[in-house]
């Protein structure tokens, strides 16, 4: 396959010209302010009028840049699918059998890779389909050893003792994977917990995580579980000493266990209210959450071997040239 720069995305995008998505403030979007400044803009500003109406670019082709999926995000996202959904059989009284999560997540992978491939053969693409940055780029995907991933890592996860004990317990299973909004400083907050789980009086918050190497980033799992625990606290008014946390980590069939304390809350509220100060004032005019490009560089000292340039879409924007492939995935047994 061709490598591209860009591709026609089907339907009227004519909206684009005047949209304007409202602020609001999530875990994820502060971490894309904090790894480079100039990819939240084009994630969250460039390709809506309503947001940047000096932006010269093609807002059509940003939008598609801003969707696209890595194959290890494809991945870890299909496991995180099918712990919800079979967890949410379970809550509706019917259990999966292993064999139904393990079938339902092959052809889960096979049917998007599949819709994947032949939008970008076709070079016309829907924005609201999950698209391969590889298919995108025209790089290399290995199927076979896709699923071979897949496959480790839902047994990994049908074997996991957190997911074990939520499957046994009888305690009420609150929200699985389902959006909640909050308010700090004013700003809807969004959260979305992978499980919400009240047993004996207790609330337990747990987040699935696929990636082999947690490490460098175990600061921000607490973190997000921490917001998550702070919605609890401000909307449900949940005492934090009724919470624990847990980041189950699928691959090593381990997890970090922590009860919240009150500073917990005082720390993550503090965060997320400086972030949202930091991205205000980067507005050009907060009341429409509006801006410019000119306010929103691009990393500091960055080069096309970068390693977050490596991987990140918009870098045919930032340096002409397309993202790396996240290939090959490595296979952790
Ligand atoms: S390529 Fe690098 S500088 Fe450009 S948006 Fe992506 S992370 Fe930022």
């Known amino acids: 396959m061709e490598s591209r720069t860009s591709m026609q995305i089907t339907g009227n995008i004519h909206w684009l010209v005047t949209y304007r998505l409202p602020f609001s403030w999530s875990f994820t979007r502060g971490q894309v302010i904090r790894q480079c400044r100039r990819r939240y803009y084009y994630k969250y500003y460039a390709p809506y009028g309503g947001n940047a109406p000096d932006e010269e ?3 059509a082709h940003i939008l598609a840049l801003g969707r696209l999926t890595g194959a290890a995000a494809l991945v870890g996202s299909i496991v995180h699918r099918i712990a919800r959904d079979s967890l949410h059989a379970r809550r509706s009284g019917r259990m999966w059998e292993s064999a139904t999560s393990s079938t339902a997540a092959r052809v889960l992978l096979q049917q998007t ?13 829907n924005p609201k389909q999950s698209i391969l940055q590889d298919h995108y ?3 290399r995907l290995d199927e076979a050893t896709l699923l071979n991933r897949l496959d480790f890592l839902m047994h990994a996860l049908l074997e996991h003792p957190a997911y074990r004990q939520v499957l046994a317990s009888d305690g009420e299973l609150l929200l699985l994977d389902e959006v909640r909004r909050f ?10 917990p992978d499980v919400l789980l009240r047993e004996s ?5 747990i987040d699935w995580k696929t990636s082999s190497a947690l490490g460098s980033h175990l600061d921000q799992a607490i973190e997000q579980l921490n917001l998550y625990a702070l919605y609890l606290v401000r909307s449900e008014a949940v005492s934090p000493e009724l919470i624990n946390c847990e980041i189950a980590e699928v691959t090593a069939g381990a997890g970090r266990r922590w009860r919240v304390q009150t500073a917990d809350i005082e720390k993550v509220e503090g965060d997320a209210t400086s972030s949202i100060a930091e991205m205000q004032r980067s507005l050009t005019d907060a009341a429409r959450n509006q801006t410019i490009r000119a306010n929103f560089p691009r990393r500091m000292e ?7 340039c490596a991987h990140c879409a918009f870098r045919v924007l930032c340096f002409g040239i397309p993202p790396e492939s996240d290939w090959p995935l490595t296979l952790i047994t």
């Open 183 to 192: 308010t700090v400083a004013d700003v809807t907050v969004f959260a979305v």
């Open 201 to 205: 009086g207790r609330y337990r918050l």
């Open 113 to 125: 890779l599949h819709r994947s491939e032949n939008a970008c053969q076709k070079g016309r693409i």
């Open 137 to 139: 780029f025209g790089h």
């Open 302 to 308: 960055t080069a096309p071997g970068d390693s977050v």
């Open 57 to 59: 670019g093609d807002r």
